[in-house]
């Protein structure tokens, strides 16, 4: 069983015509339907909002096969985020994140929802802002009790913390409780390598955290897979019809880390034992995933069928070592 916890929020998507349409999503909802529909059992800690909104959220993650955890819906209503793109179709957000539904949880009410033995925790993205990260680290801890690996996407968003460098402390606290993490660039500035070149800032978190596999994505330049002892890159394919950015990197994790179950290397042995071979798939099946949902509006990540079919096409090239 695969435990997420973190945001479900209503992504309001600034359209062409200045208009906006509300698209579900948030950072660790969308990577749990994405793991979803790559045909893992997922459980899904947070509450769910009993308004509209949240009714949608239980309709499309129980479509997906999600089971959700939290016996009740909660009172708050659903989390907010307003994006705009620009000029590249790349997205900015505003939160509105008080007094909401995903956050209606303590971390011993989430405790009490974790399975018995879970395979993998998974969090990240606004789950690790300053005032919750505290009560993520504490689900965490529990979860790896249990024998489950930690995966952890920092996924930040400095704009919601005024206090960005307590933001950036409490996610480098996370980051070393994970085996498995996931940066962007971004990410890799805010949490403090800002002048260093992407890659050498990977490996130097990689080190400074002691995961066991790191993700560095790159956007338009793909991607890069890192363990203590290899590394491998691979470019994102050329000539995709973009529509949106928008759940991009969720689907990119969740089809890294299903490739990785398929190929029986989801434990703590077998990450450590990771070759330049088995990255390369794992990295294929993960560019291949966000490749595919950055073709549709907001996050829809695509299933195991479509993105075999996509590693069929030919349309990525090889990797390489880095």
């Known amino acids: 069983m695969v435990v997420t916890y973190g945001e479900a929020l209503v992504d309001m998507i600034e359209m062409p015509d200045g208009r906006f349409a509300a698209v579900l999503g948030g950072s660790v909802c969308n990577f749990t339907q994405a793991m979803a529909r790559q045909g893992l059992a997922v459980s899904y800690l947070n509450p769910l909002s009993r308004d509209e909104f949240g009714r949608r959220f239980a309709r499309l993650l129980g479509g997906a096969g999600v089971r959700l955890a939290s016996p009740a819906p909660s009172a708050q209503p659903t989390s907010l985020a307003v994006i705009t793109l620009d000029a590249d179709k790349t997205p900015s957000y505003v939160f509105h994140r008080h007094g909401v539904a995903d956050r209606d949880i303590t971390a011993a009410q989430a405790c009490a929802l974790l399975p018995a033995a879970p395979r993998l925790f998974h969090s990240g993205g606004l789950a690790l802002v300053t005032e919750d990260v505290a009560a993520a680290r504490a689900i965490a801890a529990q979860a790896k009790a249990r024998g489950a690996l930690v995966s952890i996407d920092a996924n930040m968003r400095p704009l919601v913390c005024p206090d960005v460098d307590g ?131 907001g996050c829809q990540p695509p299933d195991r069928a479509e993105r075999d079919a996509f590693l069929r096409g030919g349309h990525l090239g090889a990797a390489r070592a880095v």
Do not use: I
């Open 167 to 297: 933001y950036a402390a409490g996610v480098r606290q996370m980051l070393a409780e994970a085996d498995l993490v996931k940066v962007s660039e971004e990410d890799l500035e805010h949490l403090g390598y800002a002048g260093q070149a992407p890659l050498e800032a990977a490996r130097a978190l990689l080190h400074a955290s002691g995961a066991k596999l790191l993700a560095l994505t790159l956007g338009a330049d793909g991607a890069v897979l890192l363990t203590p002892h290899a590394a491998v890159a691979l470019a994102a394919p050329a000539g995709l019809a973009v529509v949106d950015s928008v759940g991009c990197g969720d689907s990119f994790w969740a089809g890294l880390l299903s490739s990785l179950d398929e190929g029986g290397q989801l434990d703590g042995a077998a990450l450590a034992a990771l070759g330049p071979a088995a990255l390369e798939r794992a990295l294929r099946a993960a560019v291949a995933c966000a490749s595919l949902n950055l073709m549709r509006e």
